[in-house]
């Protein structure tokens, strides 16, 4: 059983610190190139769209945290990038991702939404009951992590009232 823990334990750590290394060179790499474009729109959104797909590829290759590593590309890139550019690049490279996130998520909703009706029908009660079941499973586990994480909501950078907690919960 110890080796098995132990291969656990390997796998985690390669995962983990993997994705941050590679997450981090990306980041300035990007952050590099980025800085020689000065004042070039497109092609700062460019290499921040390029730096992300080759971030996710680069880690699904070498099986490590694709989403560790893009969020640490994340991290490094937005740290530097504002001294890199000019303002007006940075204004358009951060309404391009806003809109990216956008579009994302509601395809995101529209095709769960297309998938459960698929699959899902409603058609008698114990399934109407199941799906009732999980929504309220749903709230509780998410008032649960509120509670948990409520005094490090509160004390972090922007603080937290009980009121946006209410609004969190529901």
């Given at each position: ?7 656990i334990?390997?796998?985690i ?15 300035k ?8 474009c ?7 959104i ?5 730096g ?11 099986n ?7 969020i ?5 890139y ?32 529209v095709l769960?939404?297309v998938?459960?009706t698929y699959?899902?029908?409603?058609s ?12 309220i ?6 008032l649960l992590?509120?509670?948990v994480?409520?005094p490090?909501l509160?004390?972090?950078g ?6 946006e907690?209410?609004?969190?919960f529901w």
């Amino acid at each position: 059983i110890y080796n098995q823990i132990g291969d656990i334990i390997l796998e985690i750590l390669y995962k983990t610190i993997g994705g941050v290394i590679v997450g981090n060179i990306f980041g300035k790499i990007c952050i590099y190139i980025s800085s020689e474009c000065w004042n070039e729109n497109i092609l700062v959104i460019s290499i921040s769209i390029t730096g992300c797909w080759g971030c996710f590829f680069i880690a699904e290759s070498v099986n490590i945290s694709s989403v560790l590593t893009l969020i640490m590309f994340g991290l490094e890139y937005s740290k530097s990038l504002k001294t890199c550019v000019t303002q007006i690049t940075y204004d358009s490279l951060y309404g391009f991702w806003g809109f990216f996130g956008y579009i994302t998520n509601v395809l995101i909703f529209v095709l769960s939404g297309v998938i459960i009706t698929y699959y899902f029908t409603i058609s008698d009660l114990p399934t109407f009951l199941n799906i009732f079941y999980l929504y309220i499973i749903i709230h509780i586990a998410r008032l649960l992590s509120i509670i948990v994480l409520y005094p490090c909501l509160k004390n972090s950078g922007y603080g937290i009232t009980i009121k946006e907690c209410i609004i969190l919960f529901w």
